[in-house]
């Protein structure tokens, strides 16, 4: 029952022989603006309010906020389509800061990406909901955190089911944001098209009248706060080039046209809706956000056959709003784990963060993200001016590794690309920008959440550095045993002569060539001298975050295996016994593993089946959270199947 409610909610498995598999998960450029571009679009939603909130009385200034905000938004768009061209393999801020300035520059931008993935989340969820409590009746106000707890919960059951269905289902619903959004602001100008001289002329005589009483250093002060306070609005643009691993070939074409199409987008959205307010002379009223507030005076005054038209038509943009909040969750519950395995192949994180599950989606990593958001949303207690701060924070801290790491690429290229003096400049711009917006959000939301933000992102950045310390030492130490590889080998192929199937056999899982593995076959002849004829080993290809790329991919990670089983098979063969191997691609690796071991069984009646774990002087929970325990679940599963199973112990000090 189980296995079949399982199947309901999260699909069938992918069939990893099927050559257009890749093609078929991948995504085009619109289904990626969908699920990718709508982290960025939705900040439309929070980022102008936040913005234009700290204008307070000066919201003649609002004109220049627009237009700052706008080319703000293309200057880190064209950024991101400059690191896309030189990392078509995804990994965005995290792997431009860790090849460009540093392991570690690039962990501690891993670790910002990681946390503000997970305010994505919360945010975007956050921030729909108060959109849809903006026309709720007040006293629904105790429901609202629930309600988005439960809707973070619905979208982590969404996104295990897979990357392009979670995508294709929320498509209508951005379709709807996009439409409904443009329409208002369009009407908004187009209403006030022969006024907007006198509004230009009365902001201007007002930013005049602010500059004489005040001082101009004061009005550049207020409108760099609500500009900075504003910086909401350009979180998620970075996510396409953290999720390039999922888009349809040729990625970068198809990269670029997505950063396009969001630029152009929010930049739209963004200065139109901070536009509308100081058209319509909006103001900001308690319990309502400032497109609320925006979209009823706009609309609210119109009717159709006496009934209130404009109200229905505000409740229908609001909750198109909301659903797009919850759309651009995506971004982080898409981006968030790509980061994460790729942290995980490099040995920052856990290495189980880089696996993939039957439906081809980093589910340990869509886990963590949403136990995450859900503990920082209960936090917050879903306020979203204290999320947004939190969330700006780290998505700057990254935004600033990542430009200071392509600026000083283009100063290294001088002279040798002729392209080298506009990149430069546009990538020095961007981190002018991005590092100005960073210090001011730190000085000014330090004590109101600002400082958590610090403290979580410092915690991530200590525990990927004792996560690294405890591989490298396990690493270390078993380079004791691979001094066995040393021993030559023929330079032939090996020839896979017929072997007798009943006499005793030594069935061994492997994984690469190693002194791992060489140690298990020495062991065993230890334990059983000159009692096995035959040996056969087992592997199984894991396909995960680091080569799930392409059909490609696939293909040189199964002949990789190949050739490190035919190196085993040569190994035996030359201390005179008979080898074979069996193996299989899959994205997990004990029931694979044991679909093979009940096969042999079956041609092979006197195997024993062998399995090597790494054992600590000192067991602890750390290791069994860092290292897989697939050797015992393995051993659990065979020996219930009444296959006879030795796990050899292989000492890590």
């Known amino acids: ?146 309600g988005q707890a439960g809707l973070l919960l619905v979208l982590v059951l969404l996104n295990l089911r897979g990357v392009k269905e979670s995508v294709t289902i929320l498509a209508p ?65 970075e996510a396409v080039s953290n999720g390039m691993v999922i888009l349809r070939e040729p990625r970068v074409q198809t990269g670029k046209k997505t950063m396009a199409l969001m630029a152009v987008s929010l930049a739209f959205t963004a200065g139109g809706i901070i536009l509308g307010y100081l058209l319509m002379g909006s ?40 659903a797009i909040l919850f759309v651009a969750a995506q971004a982080g519950f898409l981006a968030g784990p790509r980061v994460l395995a790729n942290m995980a192949v490099d040995s920052w994180v856990p290495r189980m963060f880089a696996q993939l599950s039957e439906r081809l989606v980093a589910k340990d990593g869509v886990l963590l993200m949403g136990a995450a958001a859900l503990g920082v949303l209960f936090y917050a207690r879903g306020n979203i001016s204290t999320l947004v701060v939190m969330y700006s924070i780290n998505v700057f801290l990254t935004f600033s590794l990542s430009m200071l790491g392509m600026a000083r690429q283009w100063l290294q290229k001088r002279g040798v690309d002729p392209r080298w003096k506009s990149r430069f400049a546009l990538q020095s711009v961007g981190l002018v920008l991005c590092a100005s917006v960073l210090g001011i959000t730190l000085f000014e939301k330090f004590s109101q959440g600002g400082w ?20 490298n030492k396990v690493r270390l130490e078993m380079r004791r045993l691979d001094s066995l590889m040393d021993i030559p080998l023929p330079e032939e192929k090996p020839v896979l002569e017929p072997m007798d199937k009943k006499a005793p056999t030594a069935v061994v899982m492997v994984g690469g060539f190693s002194g791992f593995g060489l140690h298990q076959i020495l062991s065993i002849q230890k334990l059983f001298p000159y009692y096995f004829k035959n040996f056969v080993f087992l592997s199984v290809g894991v396909v995960d975050s680091g080569n799930f790329k392409g059909a490609a991919e696939l293909q040189h990670l199964e002949t990789q295996m190949t050739a490190d089983l035919e190196r085993y098979v040569a190994w035996c063969q ?25 096969e042999l069984s079956r041609e092979f009646p006197r195997a024993i089946f062998f399995s090597g774990k790494l054992i600590f002087k000192e067991e602890k929970f750390i290791h069994q959270l860092l290292h897989n325990e697939t050797a015992l679940a393995l051993q659990s599963r065979l020996q219930f199947a009444g296959l006879q199973t030795i796990v050899l112990p292989i000492r890590a000090t």
């Not at 509004?199 to 201007?204: I, Q, Y």
């Not at 191997?581 to 009940?598: G, M, N, Q, S």
């Open 173 to 237: 619903i951005f379709i709807l944001f996009v439409a409904t959004h443009a329409f208002a602001i369009l009407y908004a100008v187009g209403s006030h098209f022969t006024g907007l001289p006198m509004v230009f002329h009365g902001a201007a005589a007002d930013l005049r009248s602010s500059v004489q009483t005040i001082g101009p250093w004061a009005v550049g002060m207020i409108l760099l706060r609500a500009y900075c306070m504003g910086g909401g609005t350009y979180t998620g643009i």
């Open 452 to 471: 958590f933000t610090v403290l979580i992102t410092g915690c991530a950045v200590g525990l990927c550095f004792l996560i690294r310390k405890h591989y």
């Open 1 to 146: 029952m189980f296995d079949r409610i399982r199947l309901l909610l999260l699909g069938a498995p992918h069939d990893l022989n099927d050559p257009q598999l890749y093609h078929r998960v991948s995504l085009v450029a619109f289904l990626a603006w969908i699920g990718l571009g709508a982290d960025g679009l939705s900040s439309s939603c929070y980022g102008p309010d936040e913005a234009f909130r700290a204008l307070g009385s000066h919201a003649h200034l609002a004109i220049l906020l627009a237009i700052m905000t706008a080319v703000t938004i293309f200057v880190i768009a064209l950024s991101y389509s400059d690191v896309i061209e030189h990392f078509p393999g995804g990994g965005g801020g995290y792997l431009v800061a860790t090849k460009l300035l540093g392991e570690k520059a690039g962990m501690v931008s891993g670790c910002a990406l990681i946390v503000d993935y997970i305010l994505t989340i919360t945010v975007s969820v956050a921030s729909g909901c108060d959109a849809v409590w903006s026309f709720l009746p007040p006293d629904w106000a105790p429901y609202k955190l629930w």
């Open 283 to 322: 103001a900001p009223q308690a319990g309502k956000t400032m497109n609320a507030v925006f979209l009823g005076d706009l609309f609210g005054s119109w009717t159709m056959f006496g009934l209130p038209a404009g109200k229905a038509f505000v409740i229908l943009i609001l909750f198109s709003e909301a």
């Open 574 to 598: 030359a201390h005179g016994f008979q080898a074979a191997y069996r193996y299989a691609l899959d994205t997990e690796t004990i029931p694979e593993l044991e679909k093979l071991c009940v």
